[in-house]
């Protein structure tokens, strides 16, 4: 089996793609978290070197400087967020496929690097208002902050047909199986690795 595939999952903030790919952590032991550097400050719960790397603008800067980075993006203003090499060598070298929770230019780019040895995935909330509700119900965004993300949502809407397919995420058990399903195909492919 051909363990170096790279599972990629993206949406506007609050579409459901934490939750969908924690659950696939969960019944999935072929696929590994990538865990991103990223610049805001970690939410309660949140682990530094689990849910994110975090580190002070200073630090993400001389990390692109030295070219560290896959991909990274300005996602918020003065918040980044980028995926390191070194966490896909790391978990390639474990042999595990790797699972991305990325913004949707990141996961474009991610996606236009490994072509066919990666699979994007568009989350969708079935509505705005919805989407909405479910970023307040969550309860983890100040009012600037739950701005930011709201004025991102259109424009991030825009790049659902750059991806190779999308899940709408609106009743969770569904979305939950369906994520299951098209992973399983996907990783059951034989393609070539670069
Ligand atoms: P994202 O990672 O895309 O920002 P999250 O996975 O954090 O989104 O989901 C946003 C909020 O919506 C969370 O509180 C989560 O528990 C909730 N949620 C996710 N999917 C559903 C769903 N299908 N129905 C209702 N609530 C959901
Ligand atoms: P949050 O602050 O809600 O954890 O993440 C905000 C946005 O940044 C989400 O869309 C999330 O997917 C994205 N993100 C997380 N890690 C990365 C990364 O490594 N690269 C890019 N481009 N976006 C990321």
């Known amino acids: 089996m051909n363990n170096k595939k790279l599972v990629i999952f993206t949406a506007p903030s609050g579409a459901g793609k934490t939750t969908i790919v ?10 590994s978290f990538s865990i991103s550097a990223c610049t805001r400050t970690p939410r309660y719960g949140e682990v530094n070197g689990m849910d994110y790397y975090f580190m002070s603008v200073d630090e993400f800067k001389k990390k692109v400087a030295a070219d560290k980075f896959v991909e990274y993006e300005q996602v918020y203003e003065n918040q980044y967020y980028g995926t390191l090499k070194s966490e896909i060598d790391r978990l390639w070298a474990e042999g595990k496929n790797v699972l991305f929770d990325v913004d949707v230019k990141g996961a474009f780019s991610v996606k236009q690097k490994y072509g066919d040895n990666a699979l994007s995935v568009f989350v969708k909330p079935p509505s ?28 991030e809407m825009t790049y659902e047909r750059n991806f190779d397919v999308t899940i709408i995420n609106d009743d969770l058990e569904i979305a939950l199986k369906e994520a299951e399903n098209i ?9 070539n690795m670069v």
Do not use: P
């Not at 992973?183 to 393609?191: A, Q």
């Open 22 to 31: 924690r659950h696939l952590l969960k019944v999935r032991n072929d696929i």
């Open 128 to 155: 705005f208002a919805i989407l909405k509700q479910r970023l307040t119900n969550r309860k983890t965004e100040d009012e600037a902050s739950m701005k930011k993300r709201i004025n991102r949502v259109k424009e």
């Open 183 to 191: 992973v399983d195909n996907f990783l059951s492919l034989k393609t």
